[in-house]
């Protein structure tokens, strides 16, 4: 079997909340799982992520939230589409509610993950969008 | 009369009784079942007199009100007055704010929170951010006018207020200017700077800073010195360990930091040549609590005897008042879980209990609803009845300390103390909080605990109900949560705060921002002069702004 380049995900907060355990530890899991991870303290603008993701070719963007910055994601969607990164599959986890989270996906969003998931799915679902992305 | 004679007897009848129960335990089931809390340490499956003998009763434990405190701060804890109903509430435009708060009092919350928009939070007024962000998660509030309309009849002359109010303390600027416009005197407002603890925001859940940690230190000091001189019923400090817990600190770990924070702030304070006994007095603490109850009653109870021995050994402080632990408790979020959310009503009740037990002075209880959304008014009110049960009916205030004295709990807290110095004592080694925080020593620990938490979760040694036990189908649409404020509401704050500016005198703002530039780039006090930018009209964003420029901006200090 030829040897697969790791997926390459980078794990970060838009917006102004801080609260990082989520990203921090779901970084460690992927980064513990064998993946490329681009961790980003919290707080970034929208147009730092978008050049992170040129400047690393990542596969996946995972967005953390708890606090209502999944908000600012469907302009995360737009601003990757006008780089023309179209391609790189956003995820988001944390506080999401149910109404919010539908938007999410209308905008595109590849999945939505809730407080007391595993950890795994998590993992599982990197792959499966880092194996679709480069197919 | 002392019988020694007896003793050697009882000694071996004790020891015989227990051999006898140890080979009976050992022959029954779940016997080779490890316990371990929270903070790592195995559990036994019973405590007696060989682990917890009660010699030294005076100077272990001693009585409440009395060094070093183990039993409460003071005399008549609880059986005299209920700690505080303080319930965090942070939602909308400060109308919304002020509604929610009047229903809350009416339900029997005894005092006064305030948590700002993020916004807020990150030193900017709301013309300046994205609007999706506005009154999502706290209230909006920039102006001396907003916080009017935020306090509307709430007497803030006799009723406690805390702040979620990170350097440079912008929000209490604005009360003690809603004050002075009520013609209320400085000296009758009271209450608590509840985020100043600047480390804890820098090492975990970023939130509550907006200058860089040099400056900010700097502020901390100089707001500590204007409040104890000019608001002296006022906490300015306020040692923040909930934060470390949230992020993954273990609670042995959480108070060890909280602690050592607490020592950097005094030793900053006594390089300013302030007395101990003036600075000590208003300090206070913040902590988690989490579910696992007999811990989280032993952290308090070491934190509370250990700090009363660093204040008058460590600062020599000779007032009594100085060494007291006076402390804030909240319920634990992480705890909280989405699968089944009423089940949370019953993990707070026991998460408060904890809090009770270990003596506290005030407490927020979350609400069931916190993991789904900003908390809906149905379950903020019964975050409160929970409180009004465990005060009213379940007799739990009649004795003071009421596990004191059990050979489990004091044992728990003998060894919790001891694990909290031996980690101060590495964090000293390090050169202090401050150094132990630039070096990524505190962050690495939290991120370790946290992630093994979490793997003891996903490898089912941690029973969470409803997530990794007893699951069941749900409805995510089952339960309501909070709308976001309307678009009407958000464009009317911001039309307000546009006609704030285009009104107010602007000669005397820009002459009360240029006097605290100037007092950033000197030594002048740093506080004095953004209450008096507040009071000649500057907004929250415009003091922020000018501080960011001459003390530079903070970037969380966050590793994986």
């Not at chain 1, 998590?122 to 499966?128: E, F, P």
Request: hydrophobic share 45%; with cysteine.
């Amino acid at each position: 079997m030829a040897e697969q380049r790791p997926p390459k995900v980078i794990v970060t907060k838009i917006g102004f909340d801080g609260h990082d355990r989520g990203s921090r530890v779901v970084a460690a899991y992927l980064r513990d799982a064998g993946m490329e991870v681009v961790y980003t303290p919290p707080w970034q603008e929208i147009a730092a992520v978008v050049k992170l993701a040129t400047e690393e070719d990542a596969d996946v963007i995972g967005v953390s939230s708890l606090a209502t910055d999944h908000r600012l994601v469907p302009k995360l969607m737009a601003a990757l589409r006008s780089a023309g990164l179209e391609d790189v599959r956003v995820i988001v986890g944390g506080i999401v509610p149910p109404k919010d989270e539908r938007l999410l996906l209308e905008a595109g969003v590849a999945r939505v993950f809730h407080p007391g998931g595993a950890l795994g799915d998590i993992a599982d679902a990197v792959r499966a969008l880092t194996h679709e992305r480069r197919r | 009369m002392n019988k020694p004679i007896n003793r050697p007897v009882a000694q071996t009848e004790l020891e015989q009784a227990e051999r006898r129960w140890q080979a009976a335990f050992e022959a029954s089931p779940g016997a080779a079942r490890r316990a371990v809390n929270r903070s790592g340490f195995e559990v036994k499956p019973l405590y007696t007199p060989q682990d917890w003998p009660g010699e030294r009763y005076l100077e272990t434990l001693g009585f409440p009100g009395e060094y070093p405190h183990t039993r409460g701060i003071y005399p008549s804890m609880h059986r005299g007055r209920s700690w505080t109903q303080r319930q965090l509430i942070g939602l909308g435009v400060p109308e919304d704010y002020n509604a929610r708060l009047k229903a809350l009092l009416a339900h029997g919350a005894s005092a006064v929170s305030l948590i700002p928009c993020n916004s807020v939070f990150r030193g900017y007024d709301a013309d300046e951010v994205p609007e999706e962000l506005l009154g999502t998660c706290g209230t909006v509030v920039n102006t001396v006018d907003d916080m009017a309309r935020a306090l509307a009849d709430i007497p803030i002359d006799r009723i406690s207020c805390a702040l979620n109010d990170p350097s440079p303390f912008t929000l209490l600027a604005l009360v003690l200017a809603v004050a002075k416009r009520r013609g209320i005197a400085w000296t009758k407002i009271s209450g608590t700077s509840n985020q100043s603890d600047c480390i804890s925001h820098f090492v975990a859940n970023h939130m509550f800073f907006r200058l860089a940690l040099p400056g900010a230190r700097r502020v901390l000091v100089d707001h500590i010195a204007f409040c104890n001189a000019q608001v002296p019923g006022w906490n300015p400090l306020s040692v923040v360990g909930q934060h470390m817990q949230q992020a993954g600190a273990t609670p042995a770990e959480a108070m060890a930091f909280t602690l050592a924070s607490a020592i950097q702030y005094a030793e900053d304070c006594q390089a300013r040549g302030m007395d101990p006994d003036s600075f000590l007095p208003r300090f206070t603490f913040f902590f988690d609590i989490s579910v696992s109850f007999f811990e989280e009653i032993a952290k308090f109870r070491a934190g509370r005897r250990l700090w009363a021995k660093i204040a008058r050994e460590r600062f020599g402080a000779k007032d009594p008042k100085a060494w007291r632990f006076k402390f804030h408790g909240q319920t634990s979020g992480v705890d909280l879980t989405r699968q089944q959310p009423l089940n949370n009503i019953a993990r707070v009740a026991v998460q408060a209990m904890a809090g009770i037990f270990g003596g506290l002075q005030s407490l927020h209880t979350d609400s069931y609803d916190e993991v789904l959304s900003v908390p809906t008014a149905e379950a903020a009110r019964i975050a409160v009845a929970t409180q009004n049960v465990l005060r009213e009916e379940a007799q739990l205030t009649e004795v003071i300390d009421p596990l004191g004295g059990s050979y489990y709990l004091e044992s728990l807290t003998d060894q919790m103390q001891a694990h909290i110095e031996s980690i101060i004592a590495r964090i000293d080694a390090a050169g202090g909080m401050y150094q132990a925080v630039e070096q990524g020593l505190v962050q690495r620990m939290i991120g370790d605990s946290a992630f093994a938490f979490q793997k003891r979760v996903e490898r089912g040694e941690q029973t969470i109900v409803g997530v990794n036990a007893y699951q069941t189908e749900e409805d995510p649409d089952a339960y309501s949560v909070l709308e976001y404020p309307q678009r009407e509401r958000i464009a009317a704050q911001l039309a307000r705060l546009a006609e704030y500016k285009a009104q107010r005198l602007n000669a005397p703002v820009a002459s009360a921002l240029d006097a605290l530039a100037r007092a950033a780039q000197g030594s002048a006090n740093v506080m004095a002069s953004v209450v008096a930018a507040a009071e000649a009209g500057a907004t929250h964003g415009e003091i922020c702004a000018c501080l960011r420029r001459e003390l530079g901006f903070g970037q969380p200090l966050a590793i994986v």
